[in-house]
């Protein structure tokens, strides 16, 4: 009876981890359905608190990602262009009665592995890549104590791939602290 009891658990066992596993291969491919999802992961708010520091830093500030269905989407090329969007931060500070300055133009630049062109930075996710980090580097020499900085971004193109509608948005505030 105990061995009849085992064959039978061991059968079920089997059976079991075989649809277990179809399923799981069913879910892995998606023969090319879904869509790739654009979103800022730390949506909506980003914290930085800096010590101050004089000269330039290279300061991580968010992360853009692709949510893919498969791996043709995984290795195609993609351009997301992010709007520099101060709007944001009159919204958050309104929100929260807070007092961010947006942080001025002259006091950052693009890290090099994206770009600023007008009031848009450019990050372009290279074959195999589902996440950016988004850098700038920072002028500690401009920064003054007194004041809290912020930069505000929002995903607005993302070469015809679906945008997240809650994670579309992030608020970067910029504290220094002695």
């Given at each position: 009876?105990?061995?009849?009891?085992?064959?039978?658990?061991?059968?079920?066992?089997?059976?079991?981890?075989?649809?277990?596993?179809?399923?799981?291969?069913?879910?892995?491919?998606?023969?090319?359905?879904?869509?790739?999802?654009?979103?800022?992961?730390?949506?909506?708010v980003?914290?930085?608190?800096?010590?101050?520091?004089?000269?330039?830093?290279?300061?991580?500030?968010?992360e853009?990602?692709?949510?893919?269905?498969?791996?043709?989407?995984?290795?195609?090329p993609?351009?997301v262009?992010l709007?520099?969007?101060?709007?944001?931060?009159?919204?958050?500070?309104?929100?929260?009665?807070?007092a961010?300055?947006?942080?001025?133009?002259?006091?950052?630049?693009?890290?090099?592995?994206v770009?600023i062109?007008?009031?848009?930075?450019?990050?372009?996710?290279?074959?195999?890549?589902?996440?950016?980090?988004?850098?700038?580097?920072?002028?500690?020499?401009?920064?003054?104590?007194?004041?809290?900085?912020?930069?505000?971004?929002?995903?607005?193109?993302?070469a015809?791939?679906?945008?997240s509608?809650?994670?579309?948005?992030?608020?970067?505030?910029?504290?220094?602290?002695?």
């Amino acid at each position: 009876n105990l061995s009849r009891s085992m064959s039978w658990l061991m059968a079920l066992c089997a059976v079991l981890f075989f649809a277990g596993c179809e399923k799981d291969s069913e879910k892995g491919n998606l023969n090319g359905k879904g869509q790739t999802i654009v979103k800022i992961y730390e949506s909506p708010v980003s914290k930085l608190s800096f010590l101050p520091f004089s000269g330039k830093k290279t300061v991580p500030i968010f992360e853009v990602r692709r949510d893919i269905p498969n791996s043709t989407e995984l290795n195609t090329p993609l351009t997301v262009k992010l709007k520099i969007n101060p709007t944001l931060i009159g919204d958050y500070n309104t929100e929260n009665g807070t007092a961010f300055e947006t942080l001025p133009r002259n006091f950052y630049s693009a890290d090099p592995s994206v770009q600023i062109i007008g009031e848009y930075m450019i990050v372009t996710f290279g074959p195999g890549e589902f996440s950016k980090p988004i850098n700038i580097i920072l002028d500690g020499t401009l920064i003054s104590l007194s004041k809290a900085y912020a930069l505000g971004f929002s995903v607005a193109e993302a070469a015809g791939k679906t945008i997240s509608s809650d994670q579309r948005d992030v608020v970067v505030t910029i504290n220094f602290r002695n």
